[in-house]
């Protein structure tokens, strides 16, 4: 009996071979009379150009909205449960497949507006979510000394007292 091999087909992953950032378009809205546009006028004029160059994958719109304060707005590919990393250029043309974030940056430096594109770029258009609890990380099994407490140990105010009885 000949042995055949399976045909199988891996699936592709993010980070697996090459990474492929979420953010597929930026959109840059700002007006050129305002004064709350004024930080962002000088980041488009000084500091897109590097920016854009540092990306390539990312697509840039630049629209302006007289009379409104300037916003950014980045377009991430939404992960299907089948292949969360595939990107065809039809995926932007329908809402059902993108997720949408925008940011007002009224008000704000080149530099502030600068940290702020790179926050959106980097990210997934996941919502952020906190962090509860006191403690990062989590464990199901208590630190083997305990927990620390300042009524414990040598020199404590407790130190001396006996129970009555």
Excluded at 145 to 155: I, L, Q
Aim: hydrophobic letters at 35%; proline letters at 8%; aromatic letters at 6%.
């Amino acid at each position: 009996m000949p042995v055949k091999a399976l045909a199988t087909t891996s699936v592709a992953r993010n980070g697996v071979g090459a990474f492929i950032l979420q953010c597929k378009r930026l959109d840059f809205h700002y007006c050129d009379w305002a004064g709350s546009s004024k930080g962002m006028n000088q980041f488009l004029i000084h500091t897109l150009p590097a920016f854009t160059a540092s990306s390539p994958t990312t697509e840039i719109h630049i629209s302006p909205r007289p009379r409104a304060h300037p916003v950014i707005r980045a377009h991430y590919i939404a992960p299907t449960p089948n292949s969360p990393s595939t990107f065809s250029p039809q995926s932007l043309s329908s809402a059902a497949n993108t997720i949408t974030k925008a940011i007002c940056v009224r008000n704000l430096s080149k530099e502030q507006i600068l940290q702020k594109v790179e926050l959106l770029r980097d990210g997934n258009g996941a919502k952020n979510r906190r962090v509860k609890g006191g403690r990062v990380v989590r464990s199901d099994n208590e630190g083997v000394r305990g927990v620390w407490s300042p009524m414990h140990g040598v020199g404590s105010p407790l130190e001396g007292m006996s129970p009555k009885g």
